[in-house]
């Protein structure tokens, strides 16, 4: 396959994600590419279902996803099952949450931290 139609697959793959019902998308290894093709900013949050803290910023996560869909993609990380992932991006502790722009790291914020900062963090980077 040419580098244009691995491009027309991966955008069409990345609408497919973006048309889904769920707020979150659950990234592994098979989609993460497709995220990071995103024309949209993308909120990682890298998490474990056994970390308190990942457990508190989940319904937080989850009303910033519902009020800023289609404005940002929001995705989420179980690193203890992409543990890949989670070392690309130097994931030491939970929760992280990382911002990407066009494929790169564009800011990033380490543990529980209250709704306003997280939504400080998103608004600043929606047009």
Not at 57 to 64: A, K, N
Not at 70 to 76: E, P, Q, R, S, V
Request: aromatic share 10%; hydrophobic share 45%; with cysteine.
């Amino acid at each position: 396959m040419s580098d244009p139609e691995i491009e027309k697959i991966m955008r069409k793959k990345m609408e497919e994600l973006m048309q889904r019902r769920e707020p979150i998308i659950e990234v592994n290894m098979d989609n993460f590419n497709n995220i990071l093709s995103s024309n949209k900013p993308v909120l990682i949050d890298f998490w474990a279902p056994w970390c308190g803290p990942c457990r508190y910023m989940h319904p937080i996560f989850e009303r910033l996803a519902k009020r800023y869909a289609g404005k940002m993609l929001f995705a989420k990380v179980n690193v203890d099952e992409n543990q890949p992932i989670a070392l690309k991006y130097e994931v030491y502790a939970i929760p992280t949450f990382i911002v990407l722009v066009n494929g790169q790291v564009a800011d990033r914020l380490v543990g529980a931290i209250s709704e306003e900062a997280l939504t400080r963090l998103v608004e600043k980077y929606i047009e």
